[in-house]
């Protein structure tokens, strides 16, 4: 196996102010209406000063089947749903989402990964550099401790759009967030966290099976459109229909 994607970054400690801020959950969603109990559930565990700060942005990622939100939440919940049903357009999900959260700080995520009250706390109340694109230490539901995932980050809304979003030429096909991580190390420094996510992949239905992934198929179509993106042109952001469902 190779080295992991973050084996030259720096793993920090941040110190913690008396100073709380605002953190915006930005949670892509694809036919894992089980799985997105587990996220209600640990959202409620939260003490309610910490959910004070918190907001969530879910985008459904064209779903044959739409999601619906409870009545009651833990916190304020927007939910916006893409028209139409691409294959791993996650990345339009976080454009969407980042779109339209308030300023302040943006935990981007996977539907599989879920943020303990720990990490919660050291969000809300760190002193995180505005400057610094920071990624998660990670740990199995099992108790495992595993590398940091490739596409978990904490930033300031600002930053997100420095670096000018996921590019939706990319979406439809897997593994394609090493392209933004490229353009994250060359706007903005790069740290992992030493607070962490839980993975539970494959739990229920927290991953994604309707689509393939690593085939040779699948790894000829990235290499295609990859191809298809160089030559610096800026990242193509909000480029598919969607709509804000009412809750």
Excluded at 142 to 161: D, E, Y
Excluded at 207 to 224: G, N
Aim: aromatic letters at 12%; glycine letters at 6%; one cysteine or more.
């Amino acid at each position: 196996m190779g080295k992991p994607w973050s084996g030259d970054l720096r793993t920090v400690t941040v110190p913690t102010t008396a100073v709380a801020k605002p953190v915006t959950i930005v949670l892509p969603f694809y036919e894992a209406h089980e799985f997105l109990q587990t996220h209600w559930q640990t959202w409620w565990s939260y003490p309610e000063a910490i959910r004070r700060h918190l907001s969530a942005i879910i985008v459904d990622d064209g779903s044959p089947r739409p999601v619906a939100l409870p009545e009651k939440r833990p916190f304020t919940v927007r939910l916006f749903r893409i028209d139409v049903d691409i294959a791993w357009n996650w990345l339009a999900a976080r454009n969407i989402g980042a779109h339209y959260a308030p300023e302040g700080w943006l935990l981007l995520t996977d539907m599989d990964h879920v943020m303990p009250v720990e990490t919660a706390h050291a969000l809300i109340c760190g002193k995180h550099d505005p400057n610094v694109v920071y990624a998660f230490s990670r740990r199995e539901h099992t108790g495992q401790a595993i590398h940091p995932h490739s596409a978990s980050f904490f930033m300031t809304r600002l930053m997100f759009w420095q670096i000018g979003g996921y590019d939706e030429r990319l979406s439809g096909v897997y593994g394609t967030d090493g392209s933004y991580r490229k353009r994250v190390a060359s706007t903005a420094a790069m740290k992992v966290l030493e607070d962490e996510l839980i993975r539970h992949e494959y739990v229920a239905d927290s991953s994604v099976t309707r689509y393939e992934r690593k085939t040779p198929a699948m790894r000829e179509a990235r290499r295609k459109r990859f191809a298809l993106v160089q030559g610096g042109a800026p990242p193509k952001v909000l480029s598919f229909p969607y709509h804000e469902v009412a809750v």
